[in-house]
């Protein structure tokens, strides 16, 4: 079994002192290549990635990396506090991961640190701390040649970075190949920290200046082409992906923005998080979704089961797009806690309570068709894609080509302000750009997606057109030279375009400007009395595929 990616973070193996690593291995069993050497932090490291992790080892980790934090310290000191346990055991000198070892050693032998241990874990869980994950895709995939030559190419790019954003000047970054997956540790300072301290064995307040160590985890499969980043600082992402694509195949564009991740299949409800043959994966449920609408709007919901709370409250959002969703998955082990997964649109995961589940996890979502390699668009940008809100110019024109301009004098197109846009350069994060309007004039786009910059927004950024239904439906109406009586548009996917005679059989002709819903037919009946309904489409979609029987 590979340990998992976030486990082979060198600076919290350096933050541990070699006496403390030794009670763990005399706890959890010494790894095989550690016996009978000097303990070093370079040595723990080296192990770690060569020898097969016991399940002892595994949990010990997970409690170094998720309580050794300080939300990890807080939420030992509230379970302490709330099982009334003495912090008599905790000493002044030790830092947040050597208390987290401490507790993770003491909670075998004392009964009241195994209740605070188990209240910790669950609260640091369901807090969501843990490290996320960014996956891209190479353009090809392929092997790295001359990897000690390219890992130093890279160290290069990292170092001048630090130095051209004021991350200061270190930079080590360390690699190896494991049967076509290759992984590197990029280790380098960070941005200027000037804390009032107190300093040990002192009571006078000072200001200490220093840049923190991050410790950054990037893993390549060489079969896939897909590029893992788990980045302590969300800003140093899409710098990775393009610092990796030029250091190790001297293409910065070789990773790409393409999105990894979709959300699509969770509109079938709980039937698409069951559609798996995983054997050790229990239930799975989402508990945390949030859907975007085409006007920029978010709807968030919270519950135990999201898919029973919408149907009890006869929800649904049909025409929003999933962003965000969060899964409890059970998966067979010593641990009784579900695995928590957030994925978030176009590339990111996090997974929270089971790092050591973490290829399991990888394994489901690409069966249920969340994870997996796809194209930019499933179809063709086409007006299903645009009905829903105000969309830029230039989108509107690849449905309608040169007759747009005269569509906007029609007014079937009408000019609109957006209060929200997409990144561009990000495909498939969603209108991650909120537009502020600035006192001085202009727009400045503020970013809700971490790995996502802010920038400044143009008067033409946010300029958009939005279709206007009935006045679409009176222009159908005349280009097909349908006539008799029709409904206006009242809301809806369908735009009612009156009759038309074929021989002795009477066809009502409606077009779909956006997706139908399940009990559209039972809607076309009613509209269509004594006569044949006929649905027109976009072209490459089929009403029959969304709940439409086709006669």
Not at 114 to 136: I, K, W
Not at 510 to 520: C, E
């Amino acid at each position: 079994m590979q340990l998992p990616l976030a486990y082979l973070d060198a600076v919290a193996i350096e933050e541990l002192p070699p006496e403390l690593w030794a009670k763990v291995f005399d706890r959890v069993g010494w790894p095989p290549s550690l016996r009978g050497v000097v303990l070093t932090a370079a040595a723990v490291l080296g192990a770690f990635r060569t020898d097969e992790p016991t399940s002892g080892l595994l949990l010990a980790l997970e409690a170094i990396h998720d309580l050794g934090t300080e939300g990890g310290r807080l939420a030992i000191l509230g379970a302490m506090a709330d099982r009334r346990v003495s912090p008599g055991w905790i000493e002044d000198g030790w830092g947040e991961r050597e208390l987290a070892v401490h507790l993770f050693l003491g909670q075998h032998d004392a009964a009241a640190l195994n209740d605070v241990y188990a209240r910790a874990l669950v609260q640091v869980h369901e807090d969501g701390r843990q490290r996320t994950y960014n996956e891209f895709v190479a353009s090809s995939a392929g092997p790295i040649k001359s990897l000690k030559e390219r890992t130093e190419r890279l160290r290069v790019h990292v170092l001048t970075y630090c130095k051209e954003h004021g991350l200061g000047t270190h930079a080590q970054v360390q690699s190896y190949e494991d049967d076509g997956v290759y992984v590197f540790q990029v280790v380098h300072s960070h941005h200027l920290q000037k804390p009032l301290a107190v300093p040990p064995d002192s009571d006078e307040r000072t200001m200490i200046a220093f840049r923190p160590v991050h410790s950054d985890i990037v893993r390549y499969d060489a079969m896939t082409g897909r590029l893992r980043i788990s980045a302590r600082a969300a800003t140093l992402v899409d710098f990775l992906r393009v610092a990796f694509g030029a250091a190790l195949f001297d293409d910065a564009s070789f990773f790409t923005n393409r999105p990894t991740c979709t959300l699509d299949p969770l509109h079938k409800g709980q039937r698409a998080l069951d559609a798996h043959d995983r054997p050790g994966v229990g239930r799975v449920r989402l508990t945390e979704c949030a859907w975007e609408f085409p006007n920029g709007d978010v709807h968030r919901l919270r519950s135990a089961d999201c898919f029973a709370a919408l149907e009890e409250r006869g929800l649904a959002f049909e025409n929003a797009e999933i962003i965000e969703a969060k899964l409890k998955i059970s998966i067979a082990g010593p641990s009784t806690r579900p695995v928590t997964v957030t994925v978030r649109i176009p590339s990111r995961l996090k997974i929270s309570g089971g790092q050591r589940h973490v290829e399991e996890v990888h394994k489901y979502l690409d069966a249920i068709g969340v994870r997996r390699l796809q194209s930019e668009q499933d179809h063709e940008v086409d007006l299903w894609g645009l009905a829903g809100g105000p969309q830029a110019f230039h989108r509107w024109q690849r449905v309608f080509g040169g007759r747009t301009d005269a569509l906007v004098n029609a007014g079937v197109l009408r000019r609109v302000r957006r209060a929200a846009i997409q990144a561009e350069e990000h495909p498939g994060a969603g209108l991650a750009h909120e537009a502020i309007e600035l006192e001085g004039g202009g727009f400045y786009g503020v970013s809700d997606v971490p790995e996502i910059p802010s920038r400044s927004l143009s008067e033409t950024d946010v300029e958009a057109l939005e279709l206007q239904p009935e006045v679409y439906r009176t222009c159908l109406r005349a280009d097909l030279a349908l006539d008799g009586p029709a409904q206006p548009w009242a809301g809806g996917p369908l735009l009612d375009l009156g009759r038309l005679a074929v021989a002795e059989h009477a066809i009502r002709v409606f077009y779909a400007i956006t997706p139908l819903p399940g009990d559209a037919a039972a809607t076309l009946r009613s509209m269509a009395p004594g006569a044949h309904a006929v649905v027109l489409v976009p072209w490459g979609r089929r009403a029959g595929a969304v709940g439409v029987p086709m006669e």
